[in-house]
């Protein structure tokens, strides 16, 4: 219940009751109802200045733990970075160097993998910090593309660890009959005295002194190309393909126990000493040809031999001496 005002009325003496206008209820009505208005304004301002509210402060916790997770994802990009960049050193300075391959050329591991227009959309996008994340993306680009480059550099590096194993198995590495003490070896690789034609004639190989009967071992694995049986030249003899460009010759023999297109490894036994053919005693004439060309086989006598033994067969096969056979065909 409203309170009844009255006021003093000097002219009449008596006090008269306030009358109150309906326009003067509706403009107190107004203004109190702005000033409400007004303060709750400020206070909302004012909250929202100086306190979080509980959504607000949940994104700004999401946001710091995005930020470390963030610092964390860079921190192990930069670890994978640096291993590749030990593993490429490795690469490169021992493993390409071993089996003689050049290194991979800094701008091939370096090569880029896109560029900024893979990523157009998302720089287009309303995406707060776009620019982190397509940096974050780059990065991953250029680790994916050093990891990519380096295993088809270790796929190259295995090929050519078993193409270096074939190529060892593939070189004449042995001599071609069991000879400890060295004494076997009668007349080497050069220019030496013709047997029969009593003149000094090219010696394409190296002569074995053995008796007959003795094994001849194949030196390298190969496929045997000829075997063939002849009363003149080499007589009974057998030719190997070992691939890489080696080919070896084995002469005079009594006979063979191998066959055109057979496959042998090194030391099976593919024949015995004879004298068959142009020769003058029983011994093995044995060659070594590399791309077609005939060079001197104590060179290749390194893997049954030490370095003294080694140095002994060489000088053996210098001495001019006469050959055991004489042969035109080869």
Same mark, same amino acid.
């Given at each position: 219940?409203?309170?009844?005002?009255?006021?003093?009325?000097?002219?009449?003496?008596?006090?008269?009751?306030?009358?109150?206008?309906?326009?003067?209820?509706?403009?107190?009505?107004?203004?109190?109802?702005?000033?409400?208005?007004?303060?709750?304004?400020?206070?909302?301002?004012?909250?929202?200045?100086?306190?979080?509210?509980?959504?607000?402060?949940?994104?700004?916790?999401?946001?710091?733990?995005?930020?470390?997770?963030?610092?964390?994802?860079?921190?192990?990009?930069?670890?994978?970075?640096?291993?590749?960049?030990?593993?490429?050193?490795?690469?490169?300075?021992?493993?390409?160097?071993?089996?003689?391959?050049?290194?991979?050329?800094?701008?091939?591991?370096?090569?880029?993998?896109?560029?900024?227009?893979?990523?157009?959309?998302?720089?287009? =996008?309303?995406?707060?910090?776009?620019? $982190?994340?397509? *940096?974050?993306?780059? #990065?991953? &680009?250029?680790?994916? !593309?050093?990891?990519?480059?380096?295993?088809?550099?270790?796929?190259?590096?295995?090929?050519?660890?078993?193409?270096?194993?074939?190529?060892?198995?593939?070189?004449?590495?042995?001599?071609?009959? =069991?000879?400890?003490?060295?004494?076997? $070896?009668?007349? *080497?690789?050069?220019? #030496?005295? &013709?047997?029969?034609? !009593?003149?000094?004639?090219?010696?394409?190989?190296?002569?074995?002194?053995?008796?007959?009967?003795?094994?001849?071992?194949?030196?390298?694995?190969?496929?045997?190309?000829?075997?063939?049986?002849?009363?003149?030249?080499?007589?009974?003899?057998?030719?190997?393909?070992?691939?890489?460009?080696?080919?070896?010759?084995?002469?005079?023999?009594?006979?063979?126990?191998?066959?055109?297109?057979?496959?042998?490894?090194?030391?099976?036994?593919?024949?015995?000493?004879?004298?068959?053919?142009?020769?003058?005693?029983?011994?093995?004439?044995?060659?070594?040809?590399?791309?077609?060309?005939?060079?001197?086989?104590?060179?290749?006598?390194?893997?049954?031999?030490?370095?003294?033994?080694?140095?002994?067969?060489?000088?053996?096969?210098?001495?001019?001496?006469?050959?055991?056979?004489?042969?035109?065909?080869?």
């Amino acid at each position: 219940m409203s309170k009844i005002k009255y006021y003093y009325d000097t002219e009449t003496c008596k006090y008269e009751r306030v009358k109150v206008k309906k326009s003067d209820i509706i403009i107190n009505a107004l203004g109190f109802t702005s000033l409400a208005v007004v303060l709750a304004i400020g206070i909302i301002v004012v909250l929202s200045r100086y306190f979080e509210s509980p959504k607000e402060m949940a994104l700004i916790k999401e946001n710091e733990e995005l930020k470390l997770y963030y610092d964390l994802m860079q921190e192990q990009l930069t670890g994978m970075d640096n291993m590749l960049g030990v593993l490429q050193e490795k690469d490169d300075h021992v493993y390409r160097t071993v089996f003689e391959a050049e290194p991979i050329a800094s701008t091939v591991r370096e090569a880029g993998s896109g560029g900024v227009l893979k990523y157009r959309n998302l720089l287009e =996008s309303d995406l707060d910090n776009k620019d $982190l994340v397509v *940096g974050t993306l780059e #990065r991953i &680009d250029r680790v994916k !593309k050093k990891m990519y480059i380096q295993t088809k550099s270790y796929d190259e590096i295995l090929d050519l660890a078993r193409n270096k194993e074939a190529y060892y198995a593939a070189m004449p590495a042995i001599q071609p009959v =069991s000879n400890e003490e060295l004494r076997r $070896l009668s007349s *080497g690789f050069g220019r #030496r005295m &013709d047997p029969i034609l !009593k003149v000094r004639k090219m010696h394409y190989g190296t002569d074995f002194s053995a008796e007959r009967g003795t094994p001849i071992y194949a030196t390298a694995d190969g496929t045997v190309s000829r075997t063939r049986k002849d009363l003149t030249g080499l007589g009974n003899h057998v030719k190997i393909d070992h691939g890489f460009g080696f080919e070896t010759l084995y002469g005079h023999m009594v006979r063979y126990i191998v066959k055109k297109g057979q496959k042998v490894k090194r030391g099976d036994i593919i024949g015995y000493v004879g004298n068959s053919g142009k020769s003058t005693a029983p011994h093995l004439h044995y060659e070594v040809h590399v791309n077609g060309k005939a060079v001197n086989p104590v060179y290749y006598f390194y893997k049954d031999l030490d370095a003294n033994e080694f140095e002994e067969i060489l000088r053996l096969s210098s001495i001019e001496n006469q050959s055991l056979g004489s042969y035109s065909n080869r």
